[in-house]
């Protein structure tokens, strides 16, 4: 644990994170991401309490209104809470917002635990083949025409850049908004967020193991045919697939520390 210790960067290291954003993105974007993969990664245990205000940001020369407003963003987050005199402590794990995600994010920044990872999954088996099902029942010409549009690009650009990985997003959005379920189009962030993160840790120290485009294919084709069992199905094996592709991105940097 790290209870009344300071965080150990580089006086340039946050300025340098806050270019890196680009235009638009403040500092204390760039300190929230700091601290939020510090919590995220175990740095700063649930009960720590975070660097003073004043020793934190002399430490890393950024002013006290950037800590502040970083220190905001983790508070509605779930992930802290600041008390008069008591300083602000690490919450513990079941008061974090884990869907949210810039959480997620934080989480995939650094080395996630794969009971974490198991439960991201098993969040989608409930929901996304529940989802397809739906969609294949409600969807209307232009959700299929969204949904083949993110296929294409997929196609186009492959899910080792960044447009491929945006076409996967707007693919699964596609298919949480043709729900008509405004339950379940709330969970699109959530869910689009985790699939974005978790396909870029599968290819961070080798390449994906195998293309799951086509299971993607299976899934709209069933949409597009209105059955929805069948559409549950493929939906099913292909959050069954990456999951298997993720544990075993996960072993393959166990066992070669050095890869990742």
Same mark, same amino acid.
């Given at each position: 644990?790290?209870?009344?210790?300071?965080?150990?960067?580089?006086?340039?290291?946050? &300025?340098?994170?806050?270019?890196?954003?680009? /235009?638009?993105?403040?500092?204390?974007?760039?300190?929230?991401?700091?601290?939020?993969?510090?919590?995220?990664?175990? %740095?700063?245990? @649930?009960?720590?309490?975070? !660097?003073?205000?004043?020793?934190?940001?002399?430490?890393? %020369?950024?002013?006290?209104?950037?800590?502040?407003?970083?220190?905001?963003?983790?508070?509605?987050?779930?992930?802290?809470?600041?008390? !008069?005199?008591?300083?602000? &402590?690490?919450?513990?794990?079941? &008061?974090?917002?884990?869907?949210?995600?810039?959480?997620?994010?934080?989480?995939?920044?650094?080395? /996630?635990?794969?009971?974490?990872?198991?439960?991201?999954?098993?969040?989608?088996?409930?929901?996304?083949?529940?989802?397809?099902?739906?969609?294949?029942?409600?969807?209307?010409?232009?959700?299929?025409?969204?949904?083949?549009?993110?296929?294409?690009?997929? &196609?186009?650009?492959?899910?080792?850049?960044? *447009?491929?990985?945006?076409?996967?997003?707007?693919?699964?959005?596609?298919?949480?908004?043709?729900?008509?379920?405004? +339950?379940?189009?709330?969970?699109?962030?959530?869910?689009? +967020?985790?699939?974005?993160?978790?396909?870029?840790?599968?290819?961070?120290?080798?390449?994906? @193991?195998?293309? @799951?485009?086509?299971?993607?294919?299976?899934?709209?084709?069933?949409? =597009?045919?209105?059955?929805?069992? =069948? *559409?549950?199905?493929?939906?099913?094996?292909?959050?069954?697939?990456?999951?298997?592709?993720?544990?075993?991105?996960?072993?393959?940097? +166990?066992?070669? @520390?050095?890869?990742?």
């Amino acid at each position: 644990m790290v209870t009344g210790t300071k965080a150990k960067l580089g006086d340039g290291t946050v &300025r340098a994170m806050a270019d890196e954003r680009g /235009p638009g993105r403040r500092l204390h974007g760039a300190l929230a991401y700091k601290l939020g993969t510090d919590i995220l990664s175990g %740095k700063y245990q @649930p009960g720590d309490i975070l !660097p003073a205000e004043v020793a934190f940001a002399g430490e890393l %020369k950024v002013s006290r209104s950037a800590y502040r407003e970083a220190i905001q963003v983790l508070t509605a987050k779930g992930l802290i809470a600041s008390r !008069p005199k008591a300083g602000t &402590r690490v919450l513990d794990r079941d &008061r974090w917002n884990l869907l949210d995600p810039d959480v997620l994010g934080w989480a995939f920044a650094g080395e /996630p635990d794969m009971e974490f990872v198991r439960s991201l999954f098993e969040l989608r088996a409930v929901v996304e083949p529940a989802a397809a099902r739906f969609a294949a029942l409600r969807r209307t010409k232009a959700d299929l025409t969204t949904m083949r549009d993110a296929l294409v690009a997929m &196609r186009r650009h492959t899910l080792t850049t960044e *447009a491929g990985r945006a076409a996967d997003r707007d693919f699964h959005h596609a298919i949480l908004q043709a729900t008509r379920n405004q +339950a379940m189009m709330v969970l699109s962030a959530s869910i689009g +967020a985790a699939v974005n993160w978790t396909t870029q840790f599968k290819q961070r120290t080798r390449a994906l @193991p195998r293309n @799951p485009i086509p299971d993607h294919q299976r899934v709209y084709d069933a949409i =597009a045919d209105g059955d929805g069992d =069948a *559409a549950a199905e493929a939906m099913n094996v292909l959050v069954d697939l990456a999951l298997d592709d993720t544990r075993s991105a996960m072993m393959h940097d +166990a066992e070669d @520390p050095a890869a990742a």
